[in-house]
């Protein structure tokens, strides 16, 4: 493990940059930047104020209810027309096409903190942030990229329709209509129009950015602790919901970003739309972890920061063999271990016997 570690820092990755990228995020940040001007400086209206909260909440449910828990993780199920919406919704937040955007994270859960990992934490947090999209990917990377199973997203023609048509979508959804409604309805201004929705558009950015790097750096593993997926309080508020990385990592078809349960929505906006739409009727199917389940990969692979590893902690004290608190499991692993033992013995005498012929 310690050879594999050093191995990750020595290497020396072939650094090619892909200009193209580097141009939009330029013009992405002076947008971004031109919405703190407008805040600071021009006469933003209430109402363009909250349109922007509103298009940044939408932009939101289409990454995480969205792109996240159902295009890419399969967690629940639902009709055509949410689909639809949520398509709409992920293409408000212009963070790629939804066949790009599940493919990148699907090969990301799959090979996490390797060098088949699109957003690999071991290559720096400036990598994992947003250097990820400005250089070219490493040869194992896309090779597993191409490899990773998508099939069930190139049978959607709705997602082929936006792959196809990306570049028109992104102009008119991502950018264009948030433009031009508080312009049209309230009479705003193009440029505070724009400032605006350029600002709501680096907070979508950063939502995601931010579960690709800081969520996988230091932090409690209450799951698994050989993932650089953590848990994180104040990072959940940043994220509006997602800073239970760990968890995410450690069953990763569950719809929901934590296990507080019936709380869970409480914590997390992707928990809350998924609720709420499954109440109306709109969702099924929501796919979770059992609390045993969860329990048992707490045991097996937490870093014991997990309530349930404190509360059990006096379960896996025993005085010695025969202590009726052992775990029956672990009787019966000792039984083949005496098993074995015995037959290793008997051959051993059997051994001596016919070298010394006594």
Known sequence: MEMETKDVIERKYEIKVVWPMVLLASLIVAGILTGFYCMLFE???????????IV???????????????????SYKTSRGVKVFMIICQQISGLKSLHSWCRIHRTHHKFSDTDRDPTNINRGFFFSFVGWLLIRRTPECKAEMNRIFMDDLKADSDLVFQFKYYPILYMTITLGLPIFIPYYFWNESILIGFGMNMFRYGLNIFQQFVGNSLLHMNGRKPYDKSFSAIDNALYNIITLGEGYHNFHHAF???????????FS?????????????????????????????????????????????KLNSKDNTLWGYGDPDMHPDEKRDLEHVETSEKIVNLQSITAVIKKYRI
């Open 252 to 262: 990763p078809f569950d719809y929901r970003s934590n296990e507080l349960f019936e």
């Open 43 to 53: 006469n933003v209206s209430g109402a363009t104020y909250i349109w922007t909260i």
């Open 265 to 309: 929505h409480l914590a997390s906006l992707t928990n809350l739309y998924i609720d709420v739409m499954a109440a109306l009727g709109l969702i099924y199917d929501r796919k979770f972890a059992p609390p045993h389940m969860i329990a048992r990969r707490v045991a097996r692979t937490g870093d014991r920061s997990h309530i349930l590893s």
């Open 56 to 74: 940044f909440l939408l932009g939101g449910i289409g990454i995480g209810p969205g792109a996240h828990r159902y295009f890419c993780h399969r």
